[in-house]
């Protein structure tokens, strides 16, 4: 039942913000008792903890899952481009929700989830300055710190709202520039095969 709380509210938060989905609206859609969700979380607060390390995580297993099987390059814009397609199917008010409501559980789990997925990424970045494909005198953390930077803004802000363009297209107009910048002629080889593909 804890499970299926959690998936019900994970829809509901990400297509409707937080503050628009109450206690009481979740138990009606689940058919279920207030008590029931008392029983498995303290308050709703608790409930959007564990959505949003929910959310975090599957985005995280993508993360493994492509740099099983590809190289460095490829696996950033995999990554970078289903992250702006995963975040253009969510309502802003949930990320504005959680940072204008609850500022202290988003602290809370993005520096319990962020060190996972910075340390993944920078080791993706020092495999493809090993394999010939980033430069080599890129510092990664700065790197990231950048295209997070750049990210947020192009997805949790109404920013380019303006452009009236698509996931795909706000991802190969921002981010993927800035993973462009950093391959070498080997890895943009790599990036260019990849980007003409994705503009047809």
Partial sequence: ??????????????Q????????????VLLGISTKTFYKYFKNKEELLEEVL????????????????????????????MKAFQVDNDVNNKFYSDIHNYYPELERRVESRVSNTFWLEFQ???QAGINEGLFLKN???EVVMESIAVLYGTAVRT???V??????DQAFLNTVALVI???????????FDNYFEAHQK
Avoid at 17 to 27: A, Y
Avoid at 65 to 77: A, D, G, R, T, W
Wanted: some cysteine; aromatic content about 12%.
């Fill in 53 to 80: 390390t929910l959310h975090y995580n599957q985005q995280f297993k993508l993360i493994q899952e492509y740099s099983k099987e590809q190289n460095p390059v490829f696996v950033f814009l995999k990554v970078w």
């Fill in 158 to 160: 109404d920013q380019f």
């Fill in 180 to 190: 462009r910048g950093i391959c070498t002629l080997k890895g943009g080889i790599y």
């Fill in 123 to 125: 080791r993706l970045i």
């Fill in 162 to 167: 303006k452009f009236q363009i698509s996931a």
């Fill in 1 to 14: 039942m804890k499970d299926r709380i959690i998936s019900k509210a994970s829809d509901e938060f990400l």
């Fill in 16 to 27: 409707k913000g937080v503050r628009n989905m109450s206690v009481q609206s979740l138990v």
């Fill in 138 to 140: 890129i510092l990664p």
